[in-house]
């Protein structure tokens, strides 16, 4: 019988100690992104995934990896303070040759909803980092992803009008 999301996540948090259990990364990343309370709740975590599924199966996801805080401390913006890949594929390629330890995280890439449609990420994409976050690696958690300077620059405006967006290019082959 295979298990669900839901079942998945609860027997990988639930293992005894000294357990090699693992969890697919795209299950615990979005269940990670539920609320807490969110997370004990069956429907909303398969949902989740399924949603999650959906975008990276449409293209509508990107892979970023962020300069470790052991490197040279990077600032947004700076060419090496994030590297963003098109696949989880390409990330795991070029991570094997440049940072073995590392790990790339996905992100949604946020389309302005009525006018993209089915948009596929672009050649491009602009982050949002918050500041605490520009002058080390970032906490994936706290990162966007715009598909335009303008969408991002819009969510900026509503949620952090004191933030910067920086355009870093989606590597489509390593």
Not at 148 to 162: A, F, M, Y
Request: proline share 5%; glycine share 4%.
């Amino acid at each position: 019988m295979t298990k669900d999301a839901f079942d998945q996540y609860w027997d990988w948090r639930e293992k005894p100690p000294g357990s090699r259990l693992t969890i697919p990364a795209h299950v615990y990343h979005s269940v990670m992104s539920l609320p807490e309370k969110d997370q004990v709740d069956r429907r909303k975590v398969n949902e989740a995934v399924r949603k999650d599924a959906e975008a990276r199966n449409a293209g509508k996801t990107v892979w970023i990896y962020f300069n470790s805080p052991g490197a040279k401390q990077r600032q947004l913006c700076d060419s090496e303070w994030a590297k963003v890949f098109a696949s989880a594929k390409l990330a795991d390629k070029w991570l094997e040759q440049n940072d073995p330890e590392g790990v790339a995280w996905e992100y949604k890439v946020e389309h302005k909803a009525a006018s993209t449609g089915a948009q596929k990420t672009n050649r491009s994409v602009w982050i949002y980092a918050p500041e605490n976050a520009r002058g080390s690696a970032a906490d994936p958690d706290s990162v966007k992803v715009f598909a335009s300077r303008e969408n991002g620059e819009t969510w900026i405006k509503k949620n952090d009008p004191n933030g910067r967006l920086c355009e870093y290019a989606v590597l489509s082959r390593c």
